[in-house]
């Protein structure tokens, strides 16, 4: 068997089976999120915004997921550590989220594995001013290893209202190689992705059970009549999305 796989299978059931009451909770949160027509955000940094791509804009995937994207932190930047520059300037998540269409009762998904970067934390703390629920993603134990880089003193798992652990090892990578010191292959990408579809799926299942129908997910563009259905869609959920989509 290959060494990653097993130790992925090994952290997805630990996920599945400690995180289920918080995946829980999400689920609720985006679910009373889309029937009061609130608007719910997604952000992650470098390698975390990864998840936001995963939610963002996909056939089967909800429509009314906005994401946040900082230009200064995705990795096309040249050069590269420029995005670990940013994560840790203090304040760049306070001006990314004064140009965010937050209102009270809205939901951020923030996704950040440390938890102790300046750009998760001062966006978490402004949107927290603005009445939004943060559901954030992180490794706790990580987390906890490390001391925060914000004036606050705060981690991610301190400021959010749901925090869902990905139970990674300490440092992302997660496979130990003989006679190398530092582990290979992380693990966030895979057991984020499974948290974040996992969510959508219970969330869609909710709406359904009560009496959504359609719900408000992306049809693939690539088979026929999906065009038109996403047009309905959208107009009927357009006050909660805040990018552009125009044909």
């Not at 679910?31 to 939610?55: N, Y």
């Not at 966006?123 to 943060?134: D, F, N």
């Not at 959504?212 to 259905?229: H, K, M, R, T, W």
Request: charged share 25%.
């Amino acid at each position: 068997m290959f060494q990653y796989f097993d130790r992925i299978r090994e952290i997805l059931n630990i996920v599945e089976k400690e995180e289920h009451d918080t995946i829980n909770q999400a689920v609720e949160a985006l679910s009373d999120a889309i029937l009061k027509k609130r608007s719910i955000f997604a952000f992650g940094a470098s390698h975390a915004g990864i998840l936001t791509q995963e939610l963002f804009y996909r056939a089967g995937g909800l429509m009314n997921i906005n994401p946040i994207f900082a230009r200064e932190l995705m990795l096309d930047t040249e050069p590269v550590i420029h995005t670990s520059r940013m994560e840790r300037l203090i304040g760049y998540g306070t001006v990314l989220a004064e140009k965010t269409a937050f209102s009270e009762g809205d939901v951020l998904i923030i996704h950040s594995v440390s938890g102790r970067n300046p750009v998760a934390i001062d966006l978490a703390l402004e949107a927290k001013k603005k009445g939004v629920k943060i559901i954030g993603i992180t490794n706790v134990a990580y987390s906890k290893s490390a001391s925060s880089r914000h004036p606050s003193g705060k981690n991610l798992y301190e400021l959010a209202d749901i925090v869902i652990d990905n139970h990674g090892d300490i440092g992302d990578a997660c496979c130990a190689i003989e006679n190398v010191p530092q582990k290979v292959a992380p693990s966030s990408t895979v057991i984020g992705a499974t948290i974040v579809n996992t969510i959508v799926v219970e969330v869609v299942k909710k709406l359904v059970a009560q009496g959504v129908n359609p719900p408000p997910i992306f049809y693939s563009a690539n088979l026929d009549g999906g065009d038109e259905q996403n047009k309905k869609l959208f107009e009927e959920y357009k006050e909660t999305i805040h990018y552009r989509f125009d044909y």
